[in-house]
C-alpha cells in the first residue's frame, strides 16, 4: 500500500519530468490511499496551474474527471 499525498497523483494524472517515477510506483504497488483532503488540494493544483497558462482548461478538465 503506498500512502500518496496530491503531489504524486498530480504528477501521475498530469504529464510533466516526474510522471514516469509516479506511473512506475503505481505499477509496482496499485493500491493507493490518501488524505480526505486530496481532491481539494488537486482542485487547487489545477486552478493554479490554468491560472499560470502551464495548462489549459480543458486539460485540467480532463485531469479533473
Excluded: C, Q
Excluded at 23 to 49: G, Q, S, Y
Excluded at 52 to 64: P, Q
Amino acid at each position: 500500500m503506498i500512502v500518496a499525498d496530491v503531489n504524486i497523483v498530480v504528477y501521475l494524472l498530469i504529464d510533466g519530468p516526474f510522471t514516469p517515477a509516479a506511473r512506475a510506483t503505481l505499477a509496482r504497488d496499485p493500491h493507493w490511499i490518501a488524505p480526505a483532503l486530496w481532491k481539494h488540494e488537486f482542485l487547487n493544483v489545477l486552478a493554479t496551474t490554468v491560472r499560470e497558462n502551464r495548462l489549459s482548461e480543458s486539460e485540467a478538465t480532463m485531469a479533473w474527471g
